[in-house]
């Protein structure tokens, strides 16, 4: 997963909707959250605050920070005895 953007959302004359904000979050795991972040973030940052492209996209920004954190569990359960390795935000 790459933090580079879509050409067709860099053109100046591209508003940025929900829908553009919508499929970036399709691909939302914990494993790609922090990448997928920052596109968003970048995506809505030059929008203004009550534009609905910008509500989501802030809201989804706040999912990916917390699913990057907890929503994972690293590792697998071992031998008897072993504990799997806690997610990041643990």
Do not use: C, W, Y
């Not at 973030?41 to 917390?66: C, M, N």
């Amino acid at each position: 997963m790459a933090e580079a953007e879509q050409p067709d959302r860099l053109r100046p004359a591209h508003h940025v909707t929900v829908e553009d904000v919508r499929q970036l979050m399709g691909a939302s795991t914990p494993h790609f959250a922090l990448q997928l972040r920052n596109r968003i973030h970048k995506l809505v940052a030059p929008l203004a605050p009550e534009d609905s492209a910008r509500l989501e996209g802030e809201r989804e920004i706040a999912r990916l920070t917390r699913i990057a954190f907890t929503g994972e569990v690293r590792g697998e359960q071992g031998q008897e005895g072993e504990r799997a390795l806690p997610s990041l935000g643990e």
